[in-house]
């Protein structure tokens, strides 16, 4: 039997199930047998809802209304990932590894994190320079995360590990220059450049450590309840959401980079 790469497409827009499972959810390849006709006709569903740009719709750069629903859409087609297509998962994301440095004496090593709530992000705003081939493209997402964590502790050289949790509201901010090829058939792409990230939290975080990680803070940190206590602390949680708001971004940008790949460039944006 012939089992190729190219034809393990997995469709996001149809919601077709084959002899009771999802082949968004529990795809194989050649490795689960499919019902052959369910399969072809799944596969030729996504192959012409893809072409004609179902997974977004078509917006014009100063129309936020039109921009919201389709960044909406997009993510709900796509927040299960489509790897033959290198769109990655994102709801939930899986992040093995992260290092974070606090810049107050200690230094944090996520383990295993798994974060919720991509899926929902809300667009908070868009802006698209086509004279510069700039993008400015801000989301904000309601997040939780939770894991592992290993707070180590810079003066002491004493680590403390331990589960952790968190949960906040976070503005991500993405950009990225542009570019526009030409592909073989005619089709015009956009051409996603290197990104930057920043993050920005809103409110005050709510971060779950056990008495031992407490401790660590403490020890590491000596903020003492003074005056600026809870403004330390305030900001520490920050810090720490915006160091998993900065990492889970990539693979948002990441998927909009894939997507372009594979879509003409008037599916996403009129009139550029």
């Known amino acids: 039997m012939l089992c190729t790469r190219s034809l393990i497409i997995l469709f996001v827009s149809s919601g077709v199930l084959c002899d009771g499972e999802s082949l968004l959810s529990s795809w194989n390849p050649c490795g689960h047998r499919y019902d052959p006709d369910c399969l072809l006709n799944s596969t030729a569903k996504f ?4 072409a004609n740009g179902s997974l977004l719709t078509p917006c014009g750069r100063d129309d936020p209304d039109c921009l ?5 859409k997009f993510l709900e087609n796509t927040a299960n990932g489509l790897p033959a297509y290198d769109i990655r998962r994102i709801d939930p994301l899986s992040i093995p590894s992260l290092d ?13 994190l798994t974060v919720k709530g991509l899926k929902d992000q809300e667009l908070s705003q868009f802006r698209i320079d086509i004279n510069e081939k700039g993008v400015k493209f801000q989301t904000k997402a309601n997040l939780t995360a ?15 590990s331990g589960p952790f949790s968190i949960k906040g ?3 991500g901010t993405m950009r990225y220059g542009y570019g526009i090829s030409t592909d073989d058939k005619g089709v015009q792409h956009f051409v996603v450049g290197p990104e930057t990230i920043s993050c920005q939290a809103v409110g005050e975080p709510d971060v779950q450590l056990n008495s031992e990680l ?9 903020v003492n309840k003074g005056e600026d206590y809870k403004t330390k602390c305030l900001e520490m949680r920050q810090k720490i959401l915006c160091s998993i ?15 372009a790949k594979i879509l003409p460039k008037e599916a996403f944006l009129t009139g550029v």
């Open 47 to 50: 192959l012409e809802n893809t």
């Open 68 to 72: 919201q629903k389709s960044t909406a």
């Open 100 to 112: 974070y440095d606090l810049d107050n004496g200690l230094i944090l090593h996520y383990k295993n």
């Open 146 to 160: 939770e894991g592992e964590i290993v707070i180590e502790i810079n003066k002491t050289g004493r680590s403390f």
């Open 169 to 171: 509201i976070a503005l």
């Open 214 to 222: 407490k401790k660590a803070i403490a020890e590491g940190t000596e």
């Open 245 to 259: 708001v900065d990492e889970a971004y990539v693979s948002v940008v990441h998927n909009i980079r894939a997507s």
